[in-house]
């Protein structure tokens, strides 16, 4: 019965290992928007980055925190090491007599109290607060930035895998001809219908296919591989694309979305807001080089008059030293041009004409890119109704083809032209698409805009 019990238990924990493996084997079917958010999700890099604007975000909420003034209090017990004391008192006949007393160990003890109270203040602060907003800035559009590259990436590579994928499916389209040409041909032979060369062409010609498509074939599932990684996806889960290389085919103006969108890329964001952060800290090192500082300070140091009194009473404790002071500070060695804060303000003046002149570069190479990628995909766009174009004659050509070499009119070699030129003018279609769909994300990329 306990045999029994434990053959129930093994038999369903085996079932539980099958049940988990069968979900880890059956395949993946991934959209493109699933692929993006997946990459969004597990890129390690766009995780560090949300850490880092996270951190800059915590900076920039609570800058403030700098007119919180500095605050901190002490406590004192001191011992004394003097044994007894001695006091001069007048006497008579007139003169002066010394009087001894030795210390009680209560009468060696004294407690104090401390609390110091300090802010700084200068005009610089302000700017410092807006420099800290600014770099928050720049990190969000870094961010952003990055998961753009991301998404990219991911579509780019996406397009790439289809684009296998058909170039694949069109090659096993022709070998399944190949094969059901090879069987009738086989018949015809035994038949005594053809000749044993013709058989042996259409043999040949089957065989030497199937090397190349399994090439292609090892060489998808390494790219798919691949591509799951990219994705965060555990090792070893196969993928199923699904989708298409369709993009949106429509016509450009380059002198209009020139003057719409020029400098709207995050390349040139990021170069303006870089260079406004180095314009605040320029101001806010000014401020603090010729403006003075302000001190505040409060300080309370109350002592108790005997250690044996009583520690909550207020008339007990005595503050003989505490004070509020206004100290007004100014750095005169700042004001000297070669001093270190002198030399501080030249290099981030040199660092601001930097930034003017990458900025008006990357203005002229963003013109250049833009007008390149449109002309490109003008042409792309008419290659693409060209390639239609020769898929419908050569498919038309390759019906006539069939048709006359089973009617014994056409020589076997003439109809495999027929099958290159169909294959070659099918990939030549889908290769097209492909370019027009990477060339309309490279056209987001540099104008900043999704179409």
């Not at 069109?170 to 044993?196: D, P």
């Not at 199937?210 to 599932?221: C, D, H, Y």
């Not at 790219?223 to 889960?237: D, I, R, S, V, Y």
Request: charged share 25%.
């Amino acid at each position: 019965m306990v045999f029994f019990s434990n053959s129930k238990k093994s038999i369903s924990f085996f079932a539980l290992c099958f049940s988990m493996l069968y979900v880890f084997s059956e395949p993946l079917s991934i959209h493109l928007d699933e692929a993006v958010r997946l990459a969004f999700q597990n890129n390690v890099q766009l995780s560090s980055m949300a850490i880092d604007l996270r951190m800059k975000k915590a900076e920039k909420d609570y800058a403030w925190n700098v007119f919180l003034p500095s605050v901190q209090a002490t406590g004192t017990m001191a011992r004394t090491n003097i044994k007894e004391v001695s006091t001069t008192i007048p006497s008579s006949p007139p003169g002066f007599a010394t009087i001894t007393t030795k210390l009680e160990e209560k009468d060696k003890w004294k407690v104090m109290g401390g609390l110091n109270i300090s802010l700084n203040l200068n005009a610089a602060l302000f700017e410092g607060l807006k420099a800290t907003r600014q770099s928050y800035e720049a990190g969000l559009l870094s961010y952003e930035a990055a998961r753009r590259d991301t998404e990219q990436n991911v579509k780019k590579a996406f397009y790439g895998l289809l684009l296998q994928e058909g170039s694949l499916a069109i090659s096993k389209e022709k070998l399944a001809s190949a094969q059901k040409r090879k069987t009738q041909m086989e018949a015809n032979f035994k038949n005594g219908l053809v000749s044993e060369l013709q058989y042996l062409q259409v043999q040949l010609a089957l065989e030497t296919q199937k090397p190349a498509i399994m090439e292609a074939e090892l060489l998808l599932a390494q790219q798919k591989e691949l591509f799951a990684f990219l994705l965060g996806l555990p090792l070893g889960t196969e993928i199923v694309l699904v989708g298409e290389i369709a993009p949106h085919i429509q016509e450009f103006n380059a002198d209009e979305l020139i003057a719409e969108y020029l400098g709207r890329s995050f390349e040139l964001a990021q170069l303006d807001k870089n260079k406004e952060l180095m314009e605040t800290q320029l101001r806010a090192t000014l401020l603090q080089t010729y403006t003075p500082t302000i001190v505040l300070s409060q300080t309370f140091n109350p002592a108790l008059g005997k250690i044996d009194d009583d520690w909550f009473k207020k008339d007990n404790w005595a503050d003989t030293s505490g004070a509020f002071s206004l100290t007004i500070a100014f750095n005169l060695t700042n004001l000297l041009p070669f001093s270190g804060m002198g030399q501080n303000i030249k290099k981030t003046r040199d660092t601001i004409e930097k930034l003017e002149l990458s900025k008006k570069q990357a203005l002229h190479m963003s013109e250049i890119d833009i007008r390149n990628i449109i002309q490109r995909l003008e042409k792309t766009r008419a290659a693409i109704e060209v390639m239609k174009l020769n898929e419908e004659i050569a498919r038309k050509a390759l019906r006539l083809s069939e048709e006359a070499y089973n009617a014994g009119l056409l020589e076997y070699l003439d109809l495999k032209d027929a099958e290159t030129s169909l294959l070659q003018a099918e990939l030549g279609v889908l290769s097209e698409k492909f370019n027009y769909s990477i060339g309309l994300l490279d056209l987001e990329k540099a104008i900043g805009i999704s179409f």
